[in-house]
């Protein structure tokens, strides 16, 4: 595995522009690297790395809902049967891909605060929002913007 990082160096000022690859004009940096690069995967984090967001290899960003989908489909093929939290944004890809997985869908209200009470009251395997933030009940319940991608590399 080879890393090719960019915009690494911590610096309080934001030199390269605001930590948030949520809005499309801080997306462009990683999707060049990625191109000029070959690299098969980007990563980019927001400022206090408790979100991930994944490129595709052609540099192209994939949005919240297909991750949640992608890795509730990871967590029901290891645990059938298995209830999946996610918030109000992501209903019309994650319900049918929680049921065609064999999960239980769980809508819960945004926010980490009602995700994390929401997991642990259904014991839900894993829980996900539209903001990239992704909860593991593994992880304590937690969020982590390390293990959304280390599953899907």
Not at 12 to 36: S, Y
Not at 108 to 124: L, P, Q, Y
Request: include cysteine; charged fraction near 25%.
């Amino acid at each position: 595995v080879e890393f090719i990082k960019i915009h690494n160096t911590p610096d309080g000022t934001f030199p390269n522009g605001i930590p948030n690859p949520l809005l499309p004009e801080c997306r462009d940096d990683t999707r060049k690297a990625v191109i000029e690069h070959g690299a098969d995967m980007g990563i980019a984090f927001d400022g206090d790395f408790d979100r991930c967001f994944l490129f595709d290899e052609k540099g192209q960003f994939i949005e919240g809902y297909y991750i949640v989908g992608l890795l509730a489909e990871a967590f029901l093929e290891k645990h059938p049967g298995a209830k999946i939290i996610h918030d109000p944004r992501l209903t019309w890809n994650t319900e049918a891909v929680v049921a065609a997985a064999g999960g239980t869908p769980v809508m819960s209200k945004t926010g980490h605060a009602f995700i994390k009470e929401r997991m642990r009251t259904e014991d839900a395997i894993y829980g996900g929002e539209m903001s990239a933030h992704h909860y593991f009940r593994d992880f304590a319940y937690c969020d982590s913007g390390m293990i959304p991608w280390l599953l899907v590399a």
